[in-house]
Nanobody, 121 residues
Framework: QVQLVESGGGLVQAGTSLRLSCAVS????????MGWYRQAPGNQRELVAT???????NYADSVKGRFTISRDNAKNTVYLQMNSLKPEDTAVYYC???????????????WGQGTQVTVSS
């Protein structure tokens, strides 16, 4: 059983920071790209940032310069450092990872359960 467990969400004021973490557990062979997505009420889930196994990153325009994605491959964990938070960043944040459970397995995208981030003005 593969699990992605997010932590670090909460209620903060605009202009402050939060750091989200997502740890992968279970029997796995490899993790490829990892990423963070978010979904606000009434909106579709959208990409926030992704990072490849080699460390290449990609960000949504709305978070460039404010958010930083990183990963610790030894801990199978991905992080999202969120600075200068705005009320429009309020959403449920989900982590995603492309995982192969065995060397011969097809890569499959797993999702975490989500963590709420609320930014007050």
């Amino acid at each position: 059983q593969v699990q992605l467990v997010e932590s670090g969400g909460g209620l903060v004021q605009a202009g402050t920071s939060l750091r989200l973490s997502c740890a992968v557990s279970g029997s796995i062979f490899s993790i490829n790209a990892m990423g963070w997505y978010r979904q606000a009420p009434g909106n579709q889930r959208e990409l926030v940032a992704t990072i490849t196994s080699g460390g290449s990153t990609n960000y949504a325009d709305s978070v460039k310069g404010r958010f930083t994605i990183s990963r610790d491959n030894a801990k199978n964990t991905v992080y999202l450092q969120m600075n200068s938070l705005k009320p429009e960043d309020t959403a449920v944040y989900y982590c995603n990872a492309g995982i192969k459970r065995r060397s011969f397995s097809v890569e499959y995208g797993y999702w975490g359960q989500g963590t709420q981030v609320t930014v007050s003005s």
